[in-house]
């Protein structure tokens, strides 16, 4: 048996064609209709029902969040759900006890001389439950349950409100016909009018000459027509036939036929289409239409055409099976129309271009698993062509691996494996392909702790991999680092000390001698140098013992009238790493990382296995906290510095033959790092990297984050990196974004990134949202660097351009503009 498929794993798409929601009814005169009716003049207004709007947005994305979860669909500006002057919010709301529950009825007169059929005149009401029909006049049947109700026919039930001229039917049968039918419904914002309605049986009904809007009663400013809507609550499905959109009463959208859910599950049906323009590939228009395939895959064709370069088909299918989940995305171009670049770096002109994404993850047996992640393009110009236009930054390569991964507890013991393949595509024209990282041909982890009581633990990490990349020295590595650990601690101090050793083998393959450094990379030697391999099979072993100690003070003080409670933490870690010439070992995938805070504490600065730093140094950072009464962290300072009591001696290479002397200083950059949170609306943090030895700053950086009213961001920062070696910097930016709530309708949308280097703006984008009962919009240009080439310093540029509606209830955004402002600007909602 196929399983359901958790929303989690496949979410419902909303759909464009969602008239849906004239899924109304429930029990037979419910199946009339489900109207509204405007509150008239000469009548009393009614108490309005508890509103199921929720309040307006206020953001709960914590200020420094790098992405904030999209706001939750927002109905605010509405007027309140029920506008029939007849609702009584004192009714029950259970319709569960329908069939177990009396009728009571009341009217002004009562003939019942038939002594069957009763005639009602005059306020007429029957309740039952949760259900209220009232009328001018009624008749009813007590032999065959047959009613007629006339004049001014309203009906109510815990999910919606109806009013009708004339509605009769017959209530054993779960059977009724109503005329010139209005209804709102009380569960969401769905309201409009039919001609007729008839109910079919207790789950199945007809509506003829329909409407659908979520828009405020008598102010529609989108709404759906239907010549015949067909419902049937035994599968969630309803059938629409010759449909038409409206907007401001303009008819702009038409099928002539289509189904949609109604209820909360996925249901085939078009998307919210999207219209923009991108200077790569002009004018863009995308149509997806989803399609609902079983209860555990679904599919979405998008169809788009560019105006530039041709027609394409975008397409996504996402499965659920027992053990498996996935996904896959599959991008086709025949014969791309645009022209080649003048300068020659992009000649596609005439090819089918293409972009293939698929990723799974299949439970295998036990604690095994296999995950498979494959990305690949049709050529390097792909990304930078169609990459969504808008909102793609600069991809330089794309990865795919495949892994078999495990773990769990043996025992006492933690454990964790791997075992797979990494593969790199440069889709990126302005580079060569020596930039991309070599192929990893297979790779094998193990990872293991094993704690032999509360504070003693032993383990080992390990690695085994094959690098594989044409015209650069390839080899195998095997790096073993097993340890073992101690953890002593109290409730105001701590000491960890821990014993490490380090063995890393090598096996290079193929004519290994031909090959040096150049620039940093292993590339093939010129005539008369000589290769810095001298073996084919190096290897490099050293112990690794490190001390890591630290107190904690506190105390309670007062600051501006407020209550803290103020920390002094002095953290100490030695560390002792004895020196191993490695420049005959190849780098294969190790780069210098960039110092931080975070250094101050590592046993290596580089990245990878292929180099191991000697070391003979103390670090000492000093810490002081304000926590407020709810022990959140208002103020953070760190200070700290790194004491060499030996040289650097390894060194990465610069070029053929030249050997990177060590560095001889006493003393790290001193670290400053600020963060000040005093409030909820505002969020201060800098950082400070000052050398000792050059008198020059290497680093500097400040972000400062605001919340402008409720949903409303600021944000601005200001970076600043020495290059190594030189007094030059090596980037200096500026970069501002800003949400800002002109109304409760309009936000104001910025953001813009300068290089004072380049003296030139990276990006720049500006845009507008729009907001109402129930339509929002956003209009959004960005004009960014795509691509960079570091040989000439120079950059290419796109401009783009998007439009993108949403009608409430009916669809929401494409998702390309939401993500990529979430994720550019810190804040964002």
Not at 82 to 109: C, E, G, H, I
Not at 451 to 480: H, M, Q, S, Y
Not at 607 to 631: E, K, P, V, Y
Not at 724 to 746: F, I, M
Request: net charge negative; hydrophobic share 30%.
């Amino acid at each position: 048996m196929t399983p359901k498929l958790p929303p989690r794993h496949l979410p419902p798409r909303r759909l464009l064609a969602v008239a849906a929601a004239l899924a109304l009814f429930g029990s037979p005169v419910e199946a009339q209709s489900a109207p509204d009716q405007p509150v008239t003049p000469d009548q009393p207004s009614p108490t309005p029902p508890p509103s199921n709007n929720p309040p307006p947005a206020v953001s709960n994305c914590p200020l420094g969040a790098f992405r904030c979860p999209p706001r939750p669909l927002n109905y605010s500006m509405c007027r309140p759900n029920a506008m029939l002057s007849f609702y009584d919010p004192t009714m029950s709301k259970d319709s569960s006890v329908r069939d177990t529950s009396n009728t009571y009825v009341t009217a002004q007169r009562v003939d019942g001389s038939n002594q069957t059929i009763y005639h009602l005149e005059g306020d007429v009401k029957l309740d039952r439950a949760d259900q209220r029909i009232q009328a001018d006049t009624a008749d009813y049947n007590q032999d065959t349950t047959d009613f007629d109700a006339r004049g001014n026919v309203r009906y109510q039930e815990s999910a919606q409100l109806v009013s009708s001229d004339h509605m009769r039917g017959n209530q054993d049968a779960s059977t009724s016909i109503a005329d010139n039918v209005a209804y709102q419904m009380l569960t969401n914002r769905g309201n409009g009018v039919a001609t007729q309605g008839q109910m079919l049986d207790d789950q199945r009904s007809r509506y003829l000459g329909a409407t659908y809007s979520t828009c405020d009663v008598g102010n529609h400013v989108w709404e759906i027509h239907a010549k015949d809507i067909r419902m049937d609550k035994e599968t969630g499905e309803g059938v629409a036939k010759d449909a038409t959109m409206y907007l401001y009463n303009v008819p702009f959208f038409w099928l002539p036929s289509f189904s949609f859910p109604i209820n909360d599950e996925r249901k085939s049906g078009f998307l919210t289409p999207s219209v923009g323009s991108s200077s790569r590939s002009g004018f863009t228009v995308s149509a997806p239409y989803y399609l609902n395939l079983a209860p555990n895959y679904d599919a979405t064709l998008d169809p788009r055409i560019y105006a530039d370069r041709g027609a394409m088909l975008a397409t996504e299918f996402r499965y659920l099976v027992p053990g498996s989940l996935g996904q896959v995305n599959f991008e086709y171009m025949p014969h791309d129309g645009g022209e080649s670049d003048p300068d020659g770096t992009a000649n596609t002109e005439g090819r089918d271009r293409w972009l293939l994404k698929y990723y799974d993850h299949t439970q295998l047996y036990g604690p095994w698993s296999l995950n498979v992640s494959v990305n690949r393009a049709s050529d390097r110009n792909y990304m930078r062509d169609f990459g969504n236009d808008l909102y793609t930054a600069s991809i330089g390569q794309l990865t795919s691996s495949t892994y078999i991964n495990g773990g769990g507890k043996w025992g006492p013991a933690y454990w964790n494996a791997s075992l797979g393949a990494d593969y790199y595509q440069n889709v990126d024209y302005s580079l060569p392909d020596a930039t991309v990282q070599y192929k990893r041909w297979p790779r094998a982890t193990f990872n293991v702790d094993y704690p032999i009581n509360r504070w003693l633990d032993v383990g080992a990490n390990t690695e085994a991999v094959a690098f594989r990349k044409d015209d650069f020295v390839e080899g195998n590595r095997l790096d073993l680092y097993p340890y073992v650990q101690a953890n002593f601690q109290g409730a105001a101090w701590f000491v960890k000390p821990r014993i490490a050793y380090r063995y890393t083998a090598y096996d290079l393959i193929g004519n290994y001698q031909q090959y040096g450094y150049s620039n940093g990379l292993t590339e093939l030697l010129p005539t008369g140098t000589t290769s810095p391999y001298t073996s084919g099979s190096p290897s490099r072993s050293l112990p690794v013992v490190s001390l890591d100690s630290g107190l904690i003070f506190d105390r309670s003080m007062s600051l501006f009238g407020t209550s803290y409670t103020q920390t002094l933490e002095p953290r100490l870690y030695y560390l002792y790493v004895p020196y191993r010439n490695q420049d005959n070992i190849p780098l294969f995938d190790t780069t210098l990382m960039s110092f931080d805070t975070w250094e101050l504490f590592t046993p290596n600065t580089y990245s990878g296995a292929d180099r191991q730093i000697n070391a003979n140094n103390l670090s000492a950072l000093l810490t002081s906290r304000l926590l407020d009464d709810n022990g959140v962290e208002r103020v953070s300072v760190d200070f700290g510095q790194i004491r060499y009591f030996t040289q650097q001696r390894v060194q990465l290479p610069n070029s053929v033959n030249t050997v990177t002397p060590p560095t001889n200083w006493s003393g790290s950059d001193y670290v400053i790092d600020l963060t000040t949170q005093l409030n909820d609306r505002w969020k201060l943090t800098s950082q400070y990297q000052w050398n000792p030895n050059t008198s020059l700053t290497d680093l500097g950086a400040i972000g400062l984050q605001m919340r402008i009213k409720t949903d409303g961001i600021l944000n601005f920062s200001y970076r600043y990196r020495r290059q190594p070696g030189t007094e030059l910097p090596w980037l200096e930016q500026y970069d501002a974004s800003v949400v800002y709530p002109v109304s409760d309708r309009w936000r104001l949308i910025g953001h813009w990134t300068y290089s004072v280097l380049d003296k030139k703006t990276v990006e720049a984008l500006a845009g507008v949202e729009y907001d109402s009962c129930c339509v929002a919009l956003r209009l959004v240009g960005r004009h960014y660097v795509n691509t960079y080439d570091y040989t000439t310093q120079l950059g290419s540029a796109n401009t783009a351009v998007m439009l993108e509606v949403e009608f409430k209830g009916m669809g929401n955004f494409t998702g390309q503009s939401e993500n990529a402002l979430r994720n550019g600007i810190l804040g964002y909602q």
